[in-house]
């Protein structure tokens, strides 16, 4: 019995076995050359240093401008804290925008377009698929919440005292060098820029429970939040790239007190305290930056470290400056200032020399020696030289010019094609280093471009950081941003938004029927709820319904007429009769032949109706005259010279001429004052 127990126990440890998920993968070695350091990290191999780098960046205008350009563009309007939902389903996560009853239908597609496709369209049911307008409303909020998906109850609100722990965050110091969360923000920025590789340093004090050895997470506190040195950093990581191991497969680890970080760890548990270990990350070590003798190193764990590798290179560990792309351009332009420098500084060579030629050797000897003692006393006096020749007569003495022209040698042309290729790869162009454009269409296009870079690059900082950070800090259910470059987003949004209600409001005077889901989508009826037949039907009855007030005497003979309300909100308003170009709604320039009208009377055609000509203008002349005000229009004449253009082309008086200009062109151009 027991014998056949424990075969049985091993059939089914092997069954376990062989259904059972794998316990090891292997992943494709890291393409990218590194080095390799005696605590496990990867160093990156890069054609030159990082930190030589950072001196491009700091020293070379051409790639200062556009990341300081691009640094003072996003953090220009600061941060803001937004909800990231109204409502939101605690079990399946979906999120609404409005306050989602029972009695609502489920909403199969929140995303989808009323042009995206036929689904989108509002089912014909007794149900209806979002709140609508009036005293519904006000009855389903009264009901009870649940979720359209999953038909659950548990749906929550963002909580009002995380948006306050964000923003004490924004307004605080986060560190004990009094640097608020835009400071460090910046810093970090500015790394994707020049290293394409940020890091950001999370200091802990861990609770440690002095009998398990456990870390209490919860009860651990945030110390202080810094930014780490690219160039110093080596992640430490296996040859396929995997954080946290070695190039055995062996896991790091390190203690969480830092007293005992000199030495990494294999188990999860410190040798010398007996605490739970962290995965490590990263290692910091000044050396790599900067020789020093004796240089600090420190292994940091996980959660302690927000990294982004790559905004321009995305990789598993290491990104790649454009820097190295564009480096020798800003070594170009670098050189092209120090020659200017030297052209205008007295360090500047001679601007040319003298050659005089000469049979005598010794004299050729003798003067050489003179011009080197000169040149050293005053290096930009031109002094001749004696060069010994055979022949004589012809070129006895020769000019020798030293320095071309900066016209010569396309100094501006060449220094503008490098400085936009520069621009080009951050996104920054030309207008932004100074340069006027050309027109003001090519003006907006260069904010436009570049605007674009901005917004990219705040949803990188985003992402990668800010996010994290709230996360860190224990909120989910308020956003950390950067408020847009463009002040016009918002403008752009209100109009999109003001044509997509016109268009509703249309659709429901035709008879569609028009709803909004939670998530702020209009859906349309697939066929209209009443037949515009039948409107047009319903209206011409109510204009012919005889007078049954039995009034025979003066006076209107109906009721009058009631206030144009709207029954419910959303509802367009019935349009009042007016005549073409009338304002309507009762104001007093409605109408034509009113002194406060603003309509303008129909054009006449003088050539059809000859009598109707203004004075001075006949049929043999018309077409001279129009042209003649056409040009003065398009090329910003002068009241005077438009005058005398018309007395010239189409032999007109001088007060028709003036008559006809006041007449014709005072509401078009701003005369001068001297003119009249």
């Known amino acids: 019995m027991g014998f056949k127990r424990t075969v049985g126990t091993v059939l089914n440890n092997f069954r376990n076995i062989t259904k059972g998920y794998t316990e090891t993968t292997t992943r494709p070695s890291v393409a990218q050359p590194y080095m390799s350091t005696d605590t496990g990290a990867k160093l990156p191999i890069f054609p030159f240093p990082l930190i030589m780098i950072y001196e491009l960046a700091d020293n070379i205008d051409a790639l200062r401008i556009p990341i300081e350009t691009l640094n003072r563009e996003m953090f220009k309007n600061g941060f803001e804290v937004v909800e990231k939902f109204k409502f939101k389903c605690a079990n399946c996560g979906k999120e609404f925008q409005y306050k989602p009853t029972k009695n609502d239908l489920k909403d199969e597609q929140p995303f989808e377009q009323n042009q995206d496709n036929e689904t989108s369209q509002l089912p014909r049911s007794n149900a209806k698929k979002a709140n609508t307008t009036g005293i519904a409303t006000e009855l389903n909020q009264e009901q009870d919440m649940e979720c359209d998906t999953c038909g659950s109850n548990d749906l929550i609100r963002p909580v009002p005292e995380n948006r306050k722990l964000l923003e004490d965050l924004l307004e605080s110091p986060i560190n004990g060098n009094n640097q608020t969360l835009e400071d460090l923000a910046r810093q970090l920025e500015r790394d994707l820029e020049i290293a394409d590789n940020a890091y950001c340093l999370v200091l802990k004090n861990y609770k440690i429970d002095d009998r398990t050895g456990k870390i209490d997470r919860e009860n651990s506190e945030i110390k202080e939040f810094l930014r780490i040195d690219p160039p110093q950093v080596a992640l430490i990581a296996d040859s396929d790239g995997r954080i946290g191991f070695d190039d055995k497969r062996n896991a790091i680890f390190v203690c969480p007190r830092f007293e005992h970080r000199d030495k990494r760890l294999t188990e999860p548990i410190c040798d010398r305290c007996g605490a739970e270990a962290l995965k490590a990350v990263l290692e910091v070590n000044s050396v790599y930056s900067i020789g020093i003798p004796q240089p600090k190193r420190v292994v940091y764990g996980e959660g302690e470290v927000i990294w982004k590798a790559g905004k321009y290179k995305p990789s598993l560990l290491y990104g790649y400056s454009p820097i190295y792309a564009i480096w020798s351009k800003a070594m170009a332009l670098s050189h092209m200032d120090e020659y200017i420098r030297k052209y205008f500084d007295k360090m500047r060579p001679p601007r040319g020399m003298l050659v005089i030629a000469s049979r005598n050797y010794e004299t050729f000897r003798k003067s050489w020696d003179v011009l080197e003692q000169k040149a050293t006393e005053d290096p930009y006096m031109i002094h001749p030289l004696l060069v010994e020749s055979d022949k004589g007569g012809k070129n006895m003495a020769q000019w020798i010019d030293f320095t071309g022209s900066l016209k010569e040698l396309e100094f501006t042309e060449i220094r503008r094609e490098l400085r936009m290729i520069i621009g080009a790869v951050f996104g920054v162009l030309p207008l932004y280093f100074g340069e006027l454009p050309s027109g003001w269409s090519q003006e907006g296009l260069q904010v436009t471009i570049t605007n674009r870079a901005i917004k990219w690059g705040q949803d990188i900082l985003y992402s990668s950081f800010l996010r994290k950070i709230a996360k860190l800090m224990g909120v989910e259910d308020w956003d950390l941003r950067l408020k847009g470059g463009e002040e016009n987003d918002k403008l752009r949004d209100l109009q999109i938004q003001g044509v997509e209600i016109q268009n509703m409001a249309a659709m429901q005077a035709m008879g569609f029927e028009v709803a909004r889901t939670h998530t702020g989508e209009f859906k349309v009826s697939k066929n209209p709820i009443i037949n515009p037949q039948m409107m047009m039907l319903e209206s011409n009855n109510e204009d012919k319904k005889p007078n049954t007030s039995g009034s025979k005497g003066r006076g209107r003979g109906t009721a009058a007429p009631k206030e144009d309300q709207q029954e419910m909100d959303g509802k367009p308003k019935k349009q009042r009769p007016s005549d073409k170009g009338g304002?309507?709604?009762?104001?007093?320039?409605?109408?034509?032949?009113?002194?406060?009208?603003?309509?303008?009377?129909?054009?006449?055609?003088?050539?059809?109706?000859?009598?109707?000509?203004?004075?001075?203008?006949?049929?043999?002349?018309?077409?001279?005259?129009?042209?003649?005000?056409?040009?003065?229009?398009?090329?910003?004449?002068?009241?005077?010279?438009?005058?005398?253009?018309?007395?010239?082309?189409?032999?007109?008086?001088?007060?028709?001429?003036?008559?006809?200009?006041?007449?014709?062109?005072?509401?078009?151009?701003?005369w001068e004052s001297e003119d009249f």
Request: net charge positive; no cysteine.
């Open 583 to 670: 304002v309507g709604q009762g104001s007093p320039s409605s109408g034509k032949g009113t002194s406060q009208s603003k309509k303008s009377a129909s054009p006449v055609d003088y050539r059809l109706n000859p009598k109707k000509f203004p004075d001075g203008i006949t049929p043999a002349n018309f077409e001279i005259i129009k042209s003649t005000l056409q040009s003065s229009v398009d090329f910003d004449w002068t009241k005077k010279k438009t005058v005398e253009e018309l007395r010239k082309s189409g032999n007109m008086t001088v007060r028709d001429a003036r008559e006809l200009v006041k007449q014709e062109l005072q509401d078009t151009k701003q």
